[in-house]
Structure formats: structure tokens, C-alpha cells
């Protein structure tokens, strides 16, 4: 515990990368808290309308996640060795999966809107304004798997900087278009939440512009001409997909276990959906540095494991695991403090704003819980390569445990959001015991470049 507070040079390199991570998180679920506060003063069923068709939008962002995160174990272990060749080969790899994956959620929201809708909530009014949202947001998809495949690059390389001027921009954009479409200034006719959707789509065009040209900008040795960026193989995808499949299965099957728990809320009610859509986003606005740390985590694992400093990367990785919960507890305390009055600014009635209060410190109770799994998921294990392990326990906690326990609370024994919630969120409990085992297993140190620099080698 003394050598954690005494290594500058380890707070030196995390600090380095988790500052600018955490901000370009906190600017990006800045963006959902201007839609959600000013979305929340036209009423209850627009809230839920947006936070349903945001919950489709996560799914989206989760299957990018995936992708991205895969690439980045190995753009974080190249960037160890220096082997600029396999970056631009996995960045290019990244792109055109990321695309793929955008075309698809793209087309079925523009399409098929309604049934989307209808598989979240059987209030008419809610789909009504949710249809309207999201055939809107879904022609930005494209846009956003480009900024998140271009901002995972840049991270992993050491240049977190230039995703979090992109957020912060866009973040300003939308909120001042924000002002104009929802409510009608400047000669704009007040369009409500189809005023929402234009904003963020428009912010989410100026964040992809700006990233991309700073990308270009300040990184000529790794981009080179799309020929080298395309010059990817079968075995090239193959040994990608060997190590990412575990993370992007992980992503899409977690994501739809959160939908799984917003149509357990929804069988609550609408106040429900409402309480939690606010307690969610309210709730992402403290885990930015969690989700913040854990990537930095990935990335100085990844990079250390790749110079070959495997003790050192196993030093970084036990000091972040004291680190991580005790911030946790910090940021536990804050929320739970706070949750009167952050929720204040919210159109809802009495008994919703008790309930999304409750909610918020039930979120805190958790959160140096949290703090600790989402590290060893998404940062320690990811950055060493293993992945499948993360995924079994990820899936089985939810799946085995969370949604059956949740819904059995919901819709047979009828308890309120606050005690559904609760039950819930034992899976963090459950997980914990299987994550620490891990870490001090060490099983969880693994070169995943290896293979690709053999297939190099070969041809």
C-alpha cells in the first residue's frame, strides 16, 4: 500500500491517460444529461420514449465497444513493441467492422422503428414520440462507429486528447442546438424530442469531423494510404477474431441483459422506465472515472505486456486493483449526497423524484463494487488478452442470476423498482468473488500479438 502512493512514475502514466479518458467520458454522458434535462421539461413520456430508444442506441454502442475494444488489445500490445505495421492493419480491420455493424443497426432502426419500440413498451404515446426519435438517430450510426473506431486508436497510441476536444465540442453543439429545436428560439419552430434527435445528430457529425482531422493531423506515422490500412488477410481476421469474439459476445449478450432489465422496469410501469432512464444517466456522470480507469488500465497492461515487462504489468495491475474500489467508495459517497439534488432540475412528479433518489444510492451502496469488476472486465483481464473468462462471468452473473431473479421480482411477487433494482444489483456481489480469484491467478497474462507477428514472418 505504501509503494501505490509513493510510485510517481505509475501515477505519472495513469494519470496521463485516465484524465483525458475520464473527461471524454464525462462530456460524452454530458451530452445524454443536456438531452435528458431538457427533454425532461416536455413530461414523463418523453423521457421514456428517448430513454427507451437510447436503450436500443447502447446495444449499438456496446457491439462497438466490442469491436473497438478488441482491436485496441491489439493496437495496445503493438504500440508496446512499436510495430506500427499491425496498427494500421488492425485500425483498418476495426473500420470496416465497425461499419458493418453501423449499416446493420442503421437499417432495422430506420425501417423498423415501431417494432423496435414495441419490444420495449406497449404505451402508445411513448412509441409514438420514440419512432419519431429514432429513424432520426439511426442515420448517424455510420458517423459514430467512425469516431469511437478512430478514438480507440488514438487511446491506445497515447494520444487521448484529441476524442476528448472531439466530445467536448460535440457536447456543446448539442446542447445549443438543443436549445433552438426542442423549444423553438431563434425563429425555429419548437419540434420537441424530433428537435432532440436533429441536435445529436448534428453533434455527432461535428465530433466524428473534428476527431478524424486531428487524427490525420498529428498522426502521419501510423496512418499511412488505404491500400496498407486494407492490406489485412483471412489469418489476419481469424487470429482477431480468436481473442475478440470473447469481448464482442460479451458486449452484444451484456447489452441485451440491460434491455432485458428495461423491460423489466417497464413491466413496473412508466415511472418506472423514467426513474431509471434519470438514475442511469445521473449514475454514468459518476462511473466516468471507473470506465476511465479501466481503460487506461487496458491500455498500460496491454502496452507493458507487449514491451515484454510482464511483472510490471502485473505490479500496475494489483496496485489498481487496491486504487479502483476506494475510489469507488468516493464516488459512492458524493452520489449518494447528492442524489436530492441533482435530480431537482427533472419535470417528474413527487413519487417518481423519491424513487429515482432511491435508486441513485442503491447505484452508490454498489459503486466501489462496480468500480473493482468493471477494472478487472473491461481493463486488466481485457488488456492480457483474456477475454473468454471475463465473458463467462459477465454472462453468467446476468443471465444466470440478474434478469431471471429481477423478473421473478417484477412481474410475480410484485415489489417496487427500489427492491427490483436492489436484487439486481447482487450480481456485483456474485462477481466479485470470481474477478479477484482471477487476478491473483495471473492466468490472465497472455501476448496476443504473437501469432500475428509469426504470420508476419512467414509472408
Known amino acids: 500500500m505504501k509503494n501505490l502512493f509513493k510510485d510517481k512514475k505509475f501515477f505519472l502514466e495513469i494519470l496521463t491517460l485516465v484524465i483525458p479518458i475520464t473527461l471524454q467520458n464525462l462530456i460524452s454522458s454530458s451530452l445524454n444529461m443536456v438531452d435528458n434535462l431538457m427533454i425532461g421539461k416536455l413530461g414523463e413520456n418523453s423521457i421514456a420514449s428517448v430513454g427507451l ?170 496512418f499511412s494510404n488505404i491500400k496498407e490500412i486494407m492490406s489485412f488477410n483471412y489469418e489476419f481476421v481469424k487470429i482477431y477474431f480468436g481473442t475478440s469474439s470473447s469481448v464482442i459476445i460479451n458486449e452484444l449478450l451484456w447489452s441485451l441483459g440491460l434491455t432485458a432489465y428495461s423491460i423489466i422496469y417497464a413491466k413496473i410501469g412508466i415511472s418506472a422506465v423514467a426513474s431509471m432512464q434519470i438514475a442511469t444517466t445521473i449514475n454514468n456522470m459518476f462511473m466516468v472515472l471507473c470506465i476511465g480507469i479501466a481503460t487506461a488500465a487496458a491500455i498500460m497492461v496491454g502496452n507493458k505486456i507487449g514491451a515484454g515487462e510482464e511483472d510490471l504489468a502485473i505490479e500496475y495491475a494489483t496496485r489498481l486493483g487496491i486504487l479502483a474500489p476506494m475510489i469507488g467508495l468516493a464516488t459512492g459517497i458524493i452520489l449518494w449526497f447528492t442524489a436530492p439534488l441533482i435530480t431537482r432540475p427533472f419535470n417528474i412528479n413527487k413519487d417518481t423524484l423519491k424513487l429515482t433518489i432511491t435508486v441513485l444510492r442503491i447505484m452508490a451502496v454498489f459503486a466501489p463494487l462496480r468500480f473493482f469488476n468493471v477494472l478487472m472486465i473491461v481493463g486488466v483481464f481485457r488488456g492480457g488478452g483474456d477475454t473468454t473468462y471475463s465473458m463467462w462471468v459477465q454472462l453468467g452473473t446476468v443471465w444466470c442470476f440478474a434478469i431471471p431473479a429481477g423478473y421473478i421480482a417484477a412481474v410475480y411477487f410484485k415489489l417496487p423498482l427500489d427492491n427490483v433494482f436492489f436484487i439486481i444489483c447482487l450480481e456485483e456481489v456474485i462477481k466479485i468473488g470470481f474477478e479477484a480469484k482471477r487476478l491473483h491467478s495471473k492466468k490472465w497474462i497472455g501476448n496476443v500479438v504473437e501469432d500475428l507477428e509469426i504470420l508476419d514472418t512467414i509472408q
Open 53 to 222: 430508444v437510447n436503450q436500443y442506441f447502447f446495444i449499438f454502442m456496446l457491439c462497438l465497444s466490442g469491436i473497438n475494444a478488441g482491436a485496441g488489445i491489439f493496437i495496445s500490445q503493438f504500440w508496446g513493441k512499436k510495430d506500427v505495421s499491425n496498427i494500421r492493419k488492425m485500425f483498418g480491420l476495426e473500420i470496416v467492422l465497425s461499419t458493418v455493424a453501423a449499416l446493420i443497426f442503421s437499417i432495422l432502426g430506420f425501417i423498423f422503428p415501431g417494432i423496435i419500440m414495441n419490444i420495449f413498451t406497449k404505451d402508445a404515446v411513448v412509441i409514438d414520440l420514440g419512432v419519431k426519435y429514432l429513424r432520426i438517430i439511426s442515420i448517424t450510426f455510420i458517423i459514430t462507429g467512425l469516431t469511437q473506431g478512430y478514438s480507440t486508436l488514438l487511446r491506445c497510441v497515447g494520444q487521448a486528447k484529441p476524442p476528448m476536444f472531439a466530445s467536448l465540442i460535440g457536447v456543446l453543439t448539442n446542447a445549443f442546438l438543443n436549445w433552438i429545436l426542442i423549444f423553438g428560439n431563434f425563429g425555429f419552430p419548437a419540434m420537441g424530442v424530433v428537435g432532440a434527435a436533429i441536435a445529436t445528430s448534428i453533434a455527432r457529425t461535428v465530433e466524428m469531423v473534428y476527431v478524424i482531422y486531428s487524427a490525420h493531423k498529428n498522426n502521419k506515422a501510423i
